[in-house]
């Protein structure tokens, strides 16, 4: 985290504050564009490495702000779970690491994909940013639909059942993708982990 301590006191005055607000409503709006009749707005803004390389590079950015496919009810509570991660991971580490912690994961996403080839949705980062929340907070518990009590630790668990499902039987830009987002979590939490194993 030395590294980390160094880039923050160089670059931390461009952090971007309350980034995962920006992210989630971008995704609301995004979404409802896309109910419009004929729209292909998905279309322009996944991450495509053949049509960035012939000058769509705002796809580089813009995947990010595609939402999962989902009901209008079931999108909200999606929404609002993002919101509710970023914006507590953020108030844990600071906008700088945040910044870090999400742009590292765009970073992995893009090369993974160019390295494999078709098509990048932000599904594997908001993954690791779950991962990341629920390392920090395994025993915060949160109201499924505002119904059901579960703690972090248990849909963590959940998310990595998805993630070794998805390395296994995936595609192999979904493989790889998986994996980044994997690595990502592990950059920040390595060492905390190998210390507790040691610890314990």
């Keep these: 985290m030395k590294r980390i301590d160094k880039l923050e006191r160089k670059f931390g005055r461009y952090a971007i504050q309350n980034l995962m607000t920006y992210i989630v409503m971008l995704n ?3 979404y409802v564009l896309m109910m419009i009749p004929g729209s292909n ?15 769509e590079i705002w796809r580089l950015i813009t ?18 779970f993002y919101y509710m991660i970023g914006s507590n991971l953020e108030a844990e580490w ?16 893009t090369i993974a ?5 078709g098509e990048a949705t932000p599904v594997y980062i908001n993954l690791s940013l779950f991962l ?15 119904i059901i009590p579960v703690r972090m630790k248990y849909l963590a668990l959940l998310n990595w059942i ?10 192999i830009p979904y493989k790889v993708a998986a994996i980044v987002s994997v690595l990502n979590f592990l950059l920040f939490f390595g060492p905390d982990i190998i210390d507790d194993i040691k610890f314990r």
């Design 28 to 30: 609301a709006l995004v």
């Design 94 to 109: 600071g906008s700088f690491r945040f910044n870090l912690y999400y742009l590292l994961g765009m970073i992995g996403t």
């Design 132 to 146: 990341a929340f629920a390392h920090l907070y395994p025993d915060f518990q949160v109201l499924l639909f505002f």
């Design 162 to 171: 998805f993630i070794g499902i998805s390395i296994l039987f995936e595609p």
């Design 41 to 55: 707005l998905r279309s322009r803004l996944v991450l495509n490495p053949d049509l960035v390389l012939k000058g």
């Design 63 to 80: 995947y990010v702000f595609i939402p999962p496919a989902s009901s209008p009810i079931f999108i909200f509570f999606v929404l609002y």
């Design 113 to 117: 994909i160019f390295i494999t080839g």
